[in-house]
Structures are given as structure tokens and as C-alpha cells.
Nanobody
Framework: QVQLVESGGGSVQAGGSLRLSCAAS????????MGWFRQAPGKEREGVAT????????YYADSVKGRFTISQDNGKNTVNLQMNSLKPEDTAMYYC????????????????????WGQGTQVTVSS
């Protein structure tokens, strides 16, 4: 059974940075989509950034392009999200996810997010 454990959330002032990490276990596929989604109160879930674990192709939502960077470690079982120049509108619960069944169209997957999910980590950005 796939398990995803997020870490690194917290509170920061606007303009600051945070780094989220997601450790995956119980997973054997070497090529798949992993990514970060977020949901703020009263808003729909948004695919923030995804990565294809074989080759590293990335996708970003327009709202975070140029500010967020998704990456994976060499073992490909940890995905990170470096968030710079944070804005109050980035405040949300951030969830790590992995596509199940495995897929390669990670930009499309970002719109639907079907798969296995972590418990989430809160990010709060104050003005």
C-alpha cells in the first residue's frame, strides 16, 4: 500500500520561502507522476506542480510559475517543493499525491489528481 508523508509546512511572511518534502513508500513503479496539490478553504483543489519521475519533466500552475520548483531526489522516492516569494494567496493545505494507476501525462493529471494522497501540510503566508 502506498504511503505518502509530507513535511515542511508552516507559517511565513509574504516574500518568504518554505520547502515541502514528500516521502513515498510501498511503491514500486519507476515511472509515474507525483506532485503537489493545494486546497484553500472555500476553494477547489488546485494542481500546483507535478513531475514525471522518469526524466523529470515538470508542470506548474500559472499561479506559481517562476516561484515554485518541484524536484525529486536521486532515489526517486522523495519529491520536494521549493516555494519562494510566497504570497498570502498561497495559503492552503498542501497535499502530496502519486498517480494510480501510473501515467506519464502529468500536466493533465494535475487537473484531476487521481491516485494516492498524503495527509497534507498547512502553509500559511501572512501579509
Amino acid at each position: 500500500q502506498v504511503q505518502l508523508v509530507e513535511s515542511g509546512g508552516g507559517s511565513v511572511q509574504a516574500g518568504g520561502s518554505l520547502r515541502l518534502s514528500c516521502a513515498a513508500s510501498g511503491y514500486t513503479y519507476s515511472a509515474n507522476c507525483m506532485g503537489w496539490f493545494r486546497q484553500a478553504p472555500g476553494k477547489e483543489r488546485e494542481g500546483v506542480a507535478t513531475i514525471y519521475t522518469s526524466g523529470g519533466m515538470t508542470y506548474y500552475a500559472d499561479s506559481v510559475k517562476g516561484r515554485f520548483t518541484i524536484s525529486q531526489d536521486n532515489g526517486k522516492n522523495t519529491v520536494n517543493l521549493q516555494m519562494n516569494s510566497l504570497k498570502p494567496e498561497d495559503t492552503a493545505m498542501y497535499y502530496c499525491a502519486i498517480a494510480l494507476p501510473p501515467r506519464s501525462d502529468c500536466g493533465t493529471w494535475a487537473r484531476y489528481g487521481s491516485g494516492s494522497w498524503g495527509q497534507g501540510t498547512q502553509v500559511t503566508v501572512s501579509s
